[in-house]
């Protein structure tokens, strides 16, 4: 079993696996957010090799998660659960009171897991159906 480590990252990493698996039709550029610099961007590594990203965004004590995403060939391993464990636990260490995403509707099953509430917001990009997941943290 190769070893697995999560560590910080540069904002320019997470790119390549954001296009390959989310929106790999769209041109590179439309996977690079607006506010990228602003974000924290993790990644996960099973041994040297970059196997899932995510990028975290804060305002005051609400954390929201972008552009989650691990690589096809790794995905049902286990490692975007330990991803999104870890920025759990990251965000209830400076006093965040809630977490969220637009998630993929398709991804529901997935945050439920994890205590995310599903929300009446719901919306559609790239043809792509979006709701506002929600968890609320009691540090």
Not at 59 to 87: C, M, P
Not at 91 to 113: D, E
Request: proline share 3%; hydrophobic share 45%; aromatic share 12%.
């Amino acid at each position: 079993m190769p070893e697995v480590h999560i560590e910080q990252i540069r904002t320019d990493l997470t790119w390549r696996i954001r296009h390959e698996v989310m929106y790999p039709d769209l041109p590179f550029d439309a996977i690079k957010l607006a506010n990228d610099e602003e974000g924290i961007h993790f990644g996960l590594f099973v041994g040297n090799q970059l196997a899932s990203v995510v990028s975290l965004f804060n305002k005051g004590n609400i954390y929201q998660f972008r552009k989650f995403a691990t690589i096809v060939e790794l995905q049902g391993k286990g490692y975007g659960s330990l991803l999104l464990d870890h920025i759990i636990s990251f965000v209830k260490t400076f006093g965040a009171i809630k977490l969220w995403c637009n998630a993929r509707v398709s991804a529901i099953p997935f945050y439920n897991k994890f205590g995310f509430i599903q929300t009446d917001k719901i919306s559609t990009n790239n043809g792509i159906d979006f709701v506002i997941m929600e968890l609320e943290l009691n540090n």
